[in-house]
């Protein structure tokens, strides 16, 4: 075995190893015991040196290599990352404006007297607020010359202006009044508010001592204070508002981002669709001069769409139809006409049909709601007007099968229409009485 | 007047299939010759308009119908009021200023640059005012962003209302903003006076009488707000803002402060009326939400839509689009004709911005069938925009803002476009 071969092994045993060092000079004592006499000795020590210097070069070769790699590891993550950030980025590329936390020297140091100012927020806790006082009895009169114009002399709000009292417990209906009194949590932002950037079209000109009068007096006309009530700094931060624990703080993540993030449905995502309202009816869409952005569709127009028809049947050959495709049963019409027997005592259709103790049903497939003139109806009719709701197949079924429990409320004594196949046919009875 | 309108969509209608069919069914020399082709037209003998004439070009007149509109019956008065983009009549994604949407609570004031002064004030190492020359010797960078009024859709939460895109959904416009991080003028002014950044504020407010404060969280000042005094290339408009506006990419419109002349770091949120009384969301229990800052994922079909017709014959149609996001990028947007019961996958205009709008095509056909067309976007989080009736469920009828329900339109035989809602 030449040294050159066993140096050679010796590298190829030791160069993976760091502290193989050890391990070669001991395998090289055993063979030279072996192999060798004890004259040799001093030689076999001499290049077992020699191997040993080699692998100790060796290993520090191994552990630049180690390094680069290193390196190299290093530069395929940034790189990662990189591409990562980039991607994150989108079309976006703008790179970042350079930070310097030593600051560039532009501007100059705002002056005490200008902070002063400008600083005018007053907070929940009432700092920001300026020492003054007023009482109601000053602010009815201040309201009255400054607020009442728009706000009305009770604050009750003029035309569209807003209310600003009462509202109280109306939060959770569906039009609910918003006002100081039953809905703004801290009597801070009234204060802020009205000195800040009342009265419309002068704001900044109210003193302090106006704007506490102007605040009790608002207070006051929501029923929260006596008429001998006084506002000031001093007895502000201890007045609690009516709706201070109304306020809980964005939940949107919590209440619907997991349960809006699945993977959405595609196809026959439910069996059929219906219109349930529709915005012409309300007619609130501006119009301009003669050209109007309102379109007029007639409402028997408006189709079902059912899973697995109305997106496949769309031939290239088919015309373009004048009318809708609602073609009448005569047999179903006419058994209809005489189920609805049981409703003509209270409703009249038909040619010149007028109210009884029921609304006329001309027209009713499409009509909106609780919308016949001159008929009175129940509470709960005129709220499905005022929510746009419209008489169709879906609405008109339910509230026949069960009136009572569809519209809670109504005025129509009538246990309802138990057959399915009587609701059916008078259905379409009124739906031809429609057209 | 109505059945005027019809019939002469009708008449229309029905003369453009029969062209249509001509072009097809006849050889093309059956046809008589067009004479905007074979006659020599005015404009292509006489000369046109010089240079000198238009310093600053408006649209052409053949346009004026592209134009802001507002509903009167929604506020008081139209100085504290609101006005619509018309998306319905956009493409790509960028918002011509002289269109996007105003909102003012106290009127659109004018302010000279020489007039504007920016104060940074409250928990910094030294409050500074900035002149509006000042800004511009800031590194400053250029961004695409939309920006959404919260308000946007919320007259529809109670059922279908408004018939247009430009009024249910024209409370949105996007434009590409050059100005200053506010991070860089926080770090300015010096944050160290702050302590721990974690429950900071900064409360950011307008030189207009309104002054519009809204308080925002120091995390988001010190990520993407911007100080911006460009738009799309030219100075912001009066309207929006000239000359240095807020961008608070994502979040609501209300709190990108126009007029801008105070920036205030604090330990607490102001509660001012912006955050309080308006802005906030009442839930069907009457218990409301605050802070609800960021606008999610929304998209709107703005062509066809009830201002914008269908009118031209069958075959080839093009549904067009807008989706958003505050949460990030658009990465899907799915269209459905039927009111929800099949769905396909809209081409997306282009990939990729982040909280700006994002367009989207669906290349399709038209055979005169009716159509309840709808589409939904998804975000880079996973969020599908939610129907009408998830978002009633989860919060109940007597909300204003953040309503981003999938909208419906219908879509009747002649073309005619309406807003609807559906089951």
Known sequence: MGSSRMSKSLNQIVLPVAGGTALALSVALVVANLDYGQNKISSLEQRVEQATLQAEAAGRKASEEAAVVADLQAKIADLQAFAKETAARGTDLTEKAPKKDTGYGLGREALIAEIAAWDVDVLPDGRGLPAGRGDVFTGEEVFADKCASCHGDFAEGVDNWPVLAGGFDTLADKDPVKTVGSYWPYLSTVWDYVHRSMPFGEAQTLTADETYAIVAYILYSNDLVDDDFELSHENFSSFDMYNKDGFVVDDRPDREYARWSTEPCMENCKPSVEITMRATFLNVTPEEGDETLMNHAAVEDAPTFVANTATTDSGGDKEVPDTAPLAADPALVAAGEKVFKKCKACHAVGDGAKNKSGPQLNGLMGRMMGSVDGFKYSKAFKAAMEEGRVWNEVELTAFLAKPKAYMKGTKMSFAGIRKDQDLTAVIEFLRTTSE | ?423
């Open chain 2, 1 to 423: 007047m109505d059945s005027k309108m019809k019939t002469s969509r009708r008449a229309f209608l029905k003369g453009s299939v029969a062209i249509a069919g001509g072009s097809v069914a006849a050889s093309a020399g059956a046809m008589e010759a067009d004479p905007l082709i074979t006659e020599v037209q005015d404009w292509a003998t006489a000369t046109g308009v010089g240079v000198d004439e238009t310093p600053y070009g408006l649209p052409i007149s053949f346009e004026k119908d592209v134009v802001r509109r507002n509903v009167e019956w929604l506020t008081a008065s139209p100085i504290s009021s609101i006005n619509f983009t018309p998306i319905h009549a956009l493409d790509g994604t960028i918002t011509p200023q002289g269109c996007a949407f105003e909102r003012h609570h106290s009127g659109a004031i004018e302010l000279r640059k020489e007039d504007f002064r920016l104060m940074i004030n409250g928990l910094v190492d030294k409050p500074l005012v900035f002149s509006y020359q000042d800004l511009e010797r800031f590194p400053r960078e250029n961004h695409v962003y939309f920006c959404e009024c919260a308000a946007n859709t919320g007259m529809e939460w109670a059922g279908a209302q408004l018939n247009g895109a430009q009024f249910t959904h024209g409370m949105i416009h996007n434009m590409e903003y050059s100005g200053v991080p506010l991070r860089t003028l926080l770090t300015e002014a010096g944050l160290g006076a702050a302590g721990d950044l974690k429950d900071k504020w900064v409360y950011v407010e307008g030189a207009d009488a309104s002054s519009n404060g809204r308080s925002i969280p120091m995390e988001k000042a010190l990520d993407d707000v911007l100080v911006a005094f460009k738009a799309n290339g030219e100075a912001l408009r009066m309207e929006h803002g000239y000359p240095v506006r807020l961008v608070v990419p994502g979040w609501e419109g209300n709190m990108w402060i126009k007029w801008l002349r105070r920036i205030e770091v604090a330990d607490a949120a102001v509660e001012s009326r912006e955050e309080t009384s308006k802005y906030t969301d009442v839930y069907e229990d009457g218990t409301a939400r605050k802070w609800t800052w960021v606008m999610d994922a929304k998209s709107v079909i703005t062509s066809p839509s009830p201002q914008m017709p269908i009118n031209h014959s069958r075959g080839p149609m093009v549904v067009s689009g807008l989706a958003w996001s505050g949460h990030g990028k658009i990465t899907r947007v799915d269209v459905s004709k039927d009111g929800g019961i099949t769905w396909e996958k809209a081409r997306l205009g282009r990939q990729g911005d982040s909280k700006a709008l994002t367009r989207f095509y669906l290349d399709t056909e038209w055979n005169g069938e009716p159509m309840l067309l709808q589409s939904r976007a998804m975000d880079e989080t996973g969020y599908v925009q939610p129907t009408k009736q998830q978002l009633r469920e989860s919060r109940g009828e007597n909300s204003v803002y953040h309503n981003n329900c999938i909208q419906t339109w219908f879509v009747d035989e002649n073309g005619v476009v309406e807003n609807v809602e559906v089951s």
